[in-house]
């Protein structure tokens, strides 16, 4: 079923996740929800962080992506396993603060950051500001000027590499909303601009290639491509870049279709750039850049299971099997973004023989609200406990209350204890931001 001791069958055959029943955590707390195995975050962060830390002299940092799952408690564990976060918004930020984090270990994205958000992270004193077009540089100038610092920044880069699962593309100028390319000259150009701003501290640049990654190449080809950019700058401009951050999209286990990797391989990914980034350096005469990485996904991906309750079942013979449940695309939309593909479990008898493929479908009003199709379940009734594996990364951080849904709350288990980690939702929520205007009150 998975590569953690932490997601198992009990004696009782029951699902366990970090020691708790699911089906004792599913009574006790209701379904949805979205249920977080804080050992296996904590072990993910330690990979990386050791590897940085054995692997390259403890010259770099882990941030932790946190639009994978960002909530108060989730900073407060990167913060404790010492590791940094990257935040793409205002509200990511605000709650990385909010969960005491030192502003000097976040790193601000976002390729359309908004005046405001530029105020908050200057304000802030943040480590670094991944800037991304020239207006924002121009703006970010004046507002480091206005409050008096020089600001840490570093360009986005378009290696000219797009990474997804088990292949990659390589083009010249890849058509994308980030970054500006390495390869026909307008990031040389940007780099340039950058530097003549007087308020600004050009560090370094900054790569993202992709998501669901399992393809080492193309991880290595990023990092001999950013530093042979690195390198066509300073012959250029005779500016070196002092920081690489190579960004995150480590794969995960979602379905047999995925390798199960254990910690070893995620160590071995890093080991793989590492020695890239060493090598190229050497070969090009550069100092070994101070190297940041953000995972998201690897991190807390396969830490989270959500569970739910079956409610109708809908057999359309020769056709297909719909079995519902109690969420849907309001608190996973992946399958309905991306057509994200599921393993999913009987909490009650997790070693039963699947028999058959169904799809499951949530309870919005959308046909294509559903969880995945043609998912291996056993047999399965009314009132039976599933559990929807690897659901941990980009769930809870793109729920919404589409249908006036609840969005469900999260718990951390580990030991056999659990914790509310987001409370539930109520419908006083829901309106809580609603007006009726004067002119509708009469
Ligand atoms: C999404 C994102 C990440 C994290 O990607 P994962 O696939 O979750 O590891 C890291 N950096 C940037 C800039 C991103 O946009």
Redesign the pocket.
């Known amino acids: 079923m998975n590569t953690r001791e932490t997601l198992k069958a009990n004696e009782a055959g029951h699902l366990e996740i970090g020691g708790c029943d699911a089906l004792s955590l599913a009574k006790e707390y209701g379904t949805p929800l979205y249920v977080y195995d804080e050992a296996y975050i904590r072990s993910m962060m330690r990979v990386f962080k050791r590897t940085i830390d054995q692997e390259y002299n403890g010259n770099g940092k882990v941030l932790y992506?946190s639009?994978?799952f960002s909530c108060l408690a989730m900073y407060r564990i990167a913060k404790d396993e010492g590791i940094g976060c990257?935040a793409?918004s205002g509200g990511e930020l605000y709650t990385a603060l909010k969960a005491g984090f030192n502003a000097q270990n976040i790193y601000v994205?976002g390729n359309n950051k908004t005046y405001d958000e530029l105020c908050e992270a200057v304000d802030a004193g943040v480590g670094g500001i991944v800037i991304d077009s020239y207006r924002e540089a121009d703006i970010l100038d004046k507002i480091a000027k206005e409050k008096g610092v020089k600001q840490s920044v570093l360009i986005r880069i378009n290696p000219g590499i797009e990474a997804h699962t088990h292949a990659f593309v390589q083009t010249a100028r890849t058509d994308s909303k980030f970054g500006f390319s390495a390869a026909d000259g307008t990031a040389l150009e940007y780099t340039k601009h950058v530097l003549s701003l007087k308020n600004l501290d050009l560090k370094g640049y900054h790569c993202?290639i992709g998501?669901?990654i399992f393809e080492k190449q193309s991880f290595v080809l990023a990092a001999e491509k950013m530093l042979t950019f690195i390198s066509a700058i300073k012959a250029e401009t005779k500016f070196e870049a002092s920081v690489l951050n190579i960004?995150?999209?480590?794969g995960i286990y979602y379905t047999d279709e995925d390798p199960k990797l254990k910690e070893e391989d995620y160590a071995d990914y890093l080991k793989v750039l590492i020695n890239t980034i060493k090598a190229k350096s050497k070969e090009y005469g550069l100092n070994l850049p101070y190297l940041l990485i953000?995972?998201?996904?690897?991190i807390v991906g396969e830490a989270g299971v959500t569970l739910y309750t079956v409610g109708s079942i809908k057999d359309i013979p020769g056709v297909r099997k719909y079995v519902a449940i109690d969420g849907g695309m309001f608190e996973n939309p992946r399958y309905a973004l991306y057509q994200s593909k599921y393993t999913a479990v009987k909490a009650s008898d997790v070693n039963a023989l699947n028999v058959q493929k169904v799809s499951i479908a949530g309870k919005c009003c959308e046909s294509g609200d559903l969880i995945g199709v043609d998912i291996p379940l056993p047999e399965i009734e009314s009132g039976d406990i599933l559990a929807v594996l690897s659901t941990g990364?980009y769930h809870y951080s793109m729920a919404s209350n589409y249908n006036r849904n609840l969005i469900p709350q999260a718990i951390l288990v580990q030991d056999g204890k659990s914790e509310v980690i987001i409370k539930k939702q109520t419908y006083e929520d829901l309106i809580r931001n609603d007006v009726i205007p004067v002119s509708l009150n009469k």
Do not use: Y
């Not at 960004?247 to 480590?250: E, N, S, Y």
């Not at 953000?294 to 690897?298: A, K, L």
């Open positions: 992506a639009k994978a990257d793409v994205h993202h998501s669901q960004g995150g999209g480590f953000e995972p998201g996904r690897s990364a």
